[in-house]
């Protein structure tokens, strides 16, 4: 069976809570949108696609309500930085006529396109792996993060079924720990070797010679390739330029934002102190303690060597001001 975070089903949106795995798989029902704002915003749902799909089917629920403008405004508001969000809700604005009908299969339009789009990022991705290669990711970019099979994590699912040769090494992912609860689920699920490593052993691994490829998902890409990513995926771009590894970012193409020519204009989410000062519930810090919590950081794309997309793997440099004509 496939890892997938979401599905319609019995006219309600159900999402696994991606909060509980990989101790729990619950799944919730959700059948009016501002249920669907919340999971968003308190990543029951998460990873870019994902958000994107779950926004278009809240949009479905809110055409049922009657409650088209409430429900735009608040799924736009429930998280800043992936520009899915903002695409899905765009591609739910030009439906016509505006129906419940309608609105549904608009959106599971958008949640099947994003499967085909993430099978065709990975047979591009997967030809910039060697076999053998041992890939450094971060975050979870997989199939809880997408529809299905996931963008930086599908390219190494592809791979992998393509001939069984390739080791990941998956970075931990503070604060919130995509990559130990997540990545790591999804790999075991799947039986492809690993090892899960703390965010900060990165640097020593790669001048060890233990990673020959780095490749990493999107939240947003600019006009000129800046891409923001989740926090931690900047300093691994500068360690893999500093040591000679290739690094690569996977996305489908509804995560390019040309209308930013820089990263320096994509909004950086900021979460709740929490995040920092527990660790599972349990207050580690001092009472009191200031945090700063970025969730995202925005890796220049003079740093990225390639950017695959269901159309195309682009070498550097990027320069995504015009429409492509593919
Ligand atoms: O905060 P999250 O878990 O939503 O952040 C997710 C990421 O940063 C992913 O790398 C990105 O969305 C790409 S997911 C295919």
Same mark, same amino acid.
């Given at each position: ?16 809570? %991606?909060?509980?795995?990989?101790? %729990?798989? +619950? ?14 915003? &308190? ?6 696609? /994902? ?17 088209? @403008? =409430? ?7 429930? +998280?800043?930085?992936?520009? @899915? ?20 299969? =608009?959106?599971?339009? #958008? ?11 990975? +047979? @591009? $991705? ?5 076999? $053998? ?31 069984? &040769?390739?080791?990941? #090494? ?7 720990? %995509? ?37 990493? $998902? ?7 390739? !800046? ?10 771009? *500068?360690?893999? +330029? ?48 200031? *945090?700063? @919590?970025? /969730?995202? !950081? ?6 990225? &060597?390639? #950017? ?19």
């Amino acid at each position: 069976m496939p890892i997938r975070p979401l599905r319609w089903e019995d006219d309600a949106l159900w999402l696994l809570d %991606q909060r509980l795995l990989p101790a %729990q798989e +619950r799944w919730l029902r959700f059948d009016a949108w501002p249920g669907v704002v919340a999971a968003i915003r &308190d990543m029951v749902v998460r990873g870019a696609p /994902a958000i994107g799909i779950a926004a278009a089917y809240g949009m479905a629920l809110a055409a049922r309500a009657g409650e088209r @403008n =409430e429900a735009s405004r608040g799924l736009a508001a429930s +998280r800043p930085t992936a520009v @899915n969000l903002f695409w899905a809700l765009d591609r739910m604005a030009r439906v016509t006529p505006w129906t419940a009908g309608s609105a549904l299969a =608009e959106a599971r339009a #958008i949640e099947e396109e994003d499967r085909a789009m993430n099978r065709a990022i990975g +047979r @591009n $991705g997967a030809d910039l792996l060697k076999p $053998g290669s041992r890939v450094l990711t971060i975050c979870n970019t997989g199939g809880l993060a997408t529809s299905e099979h996931g963008t930086a994590l599908g390219v190494v699912r592809t791979a992998w079924e393509r001939d069984r &040769d390739l080791f990941v #090494i998956a970075c931990e992912t503070r604060p919130r720990l %995509q990559g130990m609860r997540l990545t790591a689920w999804e790999l075991m699920r799947d039986g492809i070797p690993f090892r899960l490593v703390p965010d900060s052993a990165a640097a020593s691994l790669m001048r060890a010679g233990t990673v020959d490829f780095v490749i990493a $998902g999107a939240d947003r890409i600019a006009a000129n390739g !800046d891409t923001a990513n989740k926090i931690g995926t900047y300093a691994l771009a *500068v360690l893999a +330029r500093h040591h000679g590894i290739p690094f690569a970012i996977a996305a489908p193409t509804s995560t390019i934002d040309p209308s930013l020519e820089t990263g320096d204009a994509i909004p950086i989410e900021h979460r709740g102190e929490e995040e920092v000062t527990t660790f599972d519930g349990v207050r580690l810090a001092p009472e009191g303690c200031p *945090v700063l @919590n970025p /969730a995202f !950081d925005v890796t220049p794309g003079s740093l990225i &060597d390639w #950017i695959v997309t269901e159309r195309e793997t682009m070498p550097a440099p990027f320069d995504f001001r015009k429409p492509s004509p593919v």
